[in-house]
């Protein structure tokens, strides 16, 4: 008798308890969600306002109206520059880390050569992109393949350093639990350090995602015709604001979404780890 | 630190060195272990000797850094020794290794994060030599189901309590039934409660089992509930400091940490713990 009279004089406080959660967690995701974008807002109202009080030349910097209109009117043009861009900064991912990989895991099983050229790889980095640049221009000629080795080369580096970290912190218990079952080396790559790298190696593919495409926009830079590095350069000497704008939008775009994808793949591959919180 | 050894030493603690090699499940003699590094060399274990017959129930208790966990190595074949002999069931500790006559529990369970439970048990039968379970051996499920841990196959380490992922540890060291069972402070980091609860259902697997076990802890308790003998190991070298004979029944509960003659022999073992330091 006094259980019941008990539960339901509780019930309706925990019920009320938990719809004000359920509201305020409900909240909460909408506020995450409504006030970047209102930051974003206000960000473009302060520029138009900006470009309409000081009137603004359109040559020196556009307002934002006219920055959406050329996305809109130029689409085709955009995209035509997008396409050769894309390809560069895809393939040279691709290249760049999959050369990074092979050359981690054979670091891992050959620490002879680790000790040799580990150091001309760090050598190498240290170059800036906008210096080996004109090198690559010189060495490869005038078409596609100097931007993808450069956009290779600015992935290469980030994978190659997260790669060898992450093959080879490997516990070492489960080192001696493999040693216990007598595993192969084979075994052990494939059981242990190859799940152990991927966390590490997707937190690199992320970086080398933008960087990529920053790889092959620099690129373009230095004699090319198209692509959104070449469009940039264009739009500047012709002191069209509105298209240079467009242009820089296009291509962070691109990169946002080119880092998304890989987001994605990660979190369909990496699912052993407790989801972090943001 | 050798002045310690007086008056108590009339105990029979010599340990018995050596006995009929081949009938021992672990049979060390003389077994010295020294690390070498830039600095120092390290003696981690000087002239140990024992032996544990099939079926048996070892403890290895000591303070840290006597090299208990050392000494386990040895007889897993992880840790080679610097001179001494040691045999795992009749064979050098590398064949024993090798034809999967020994499992092998680690302090922190080291069970690979990208597998389920199921998967980290069924792992010793994608790699090594050996990939089929002999004929009449527990599957890795009824092994789970052994550990209590049934419903569970699915989920991650990550979404598994610190006691449940050391019982799919134990599962896991269990496939393939070896005769000899090495634990190295398996329950070391795991609260009381826990503790308790898996020190009881370890006896209930050493006794359906009756798989040899040598558990390394320092918990004069656990040394002293789980083990049929217990040897007690000095620091600074590492060696043997006493062994104990446990006359309890071999059916105990935890509430015969309670009875006198538990706690005489738990005072024995403090003395001895207290005489090699």
Known sequence: ?????????????????????????????????????????????????????????????????????????????????????????????????????????????????????????????????????????????????????????????????????????????????????????????????????????????????????????????IGSTTGIGALIIQATYAFDSALLYATVIVGSCFSMAFFLVITLIERLVVRWQAPVSH | MSGALHGTAADPARPATAPSGAGGAVVCRNVTVRFVSDRRTVTALENVSFSVERGGFLSLLGPSGCGKSTLLRVVADLVEPTSGDVSVLGMSPRDARLRRSLGFVFQDAALLPWRTALQNVELPLEVGGVKTLPKGAPTPRELLALVGLSGWEGSFPHELSGGMRQRVSIARALLGGPRLLLMDEPFGALDEITRDRLNEELRRIWQETGTTILFVTHSVYEALYLGEQVLVLAANPGRVSDLVQVDLPRDRDLKIRDTEAFVRVAARLRESLGRGS
């Open chain 1, 1 to 221: 008798m006094t259980a019941t009279a008990d539960a339901s004089l509780l019930a309706p406080d925990v019920s009320a308890a938990e719809a004000e959660f359920l509201r305020r967690k409900r909240r909460e995701t909408w506020r995450r969600r409504l006030l970047p974008a209102a930051g974003i807002l206000c960000a473009l109202g302060l520029w138009a306002a900006l470009v309409y009080v000081f009137k603004v030349p359109p040559f020196i910097a556009p307002s934002p109206s006219l920055v959406a209109w050329t996305l809109y009117a130029k689409f085709g043009l955009l995209m035509t520059n997008l396409l050769p861009t894309a390809i560069e900064a895809v393939s040279g991912f691709m290249l760049g880390n999959i050369a990074a990989i092979v050359i981690a895991t054979t670091f891992v099983h050959k620490k002879v050569l680790e000790e040799a050229f580990f150091p001309l790889v760090v050598i190498i980095n240290t170059i800036p992109v906008v210096a080996k640049a004109p090198i690559l221009v010189l060495l490869l000629g005038n078409g596609m393949e100097p931007k993808i080795a450069i956009a290779a080369l600015i992935c290469f580096f980030p994978t190659l350093v997260n790669m060898v970290r992450g093959l080879e912190s490997v516990n070492p218990q489960s080192m001696e639990l493999m040693r216990v079952l007598s595993a192969s080396k084979t075994e052990v790559f494939f059981k242990l350090r190859l799940y152990n790298s991927l966390p590490y190696l997707f937190s690199a593919l992320k970086i080398a995602a933008s960087t990529a495409v920053i790889g092959a926009i620099v690129g373009e830079w």
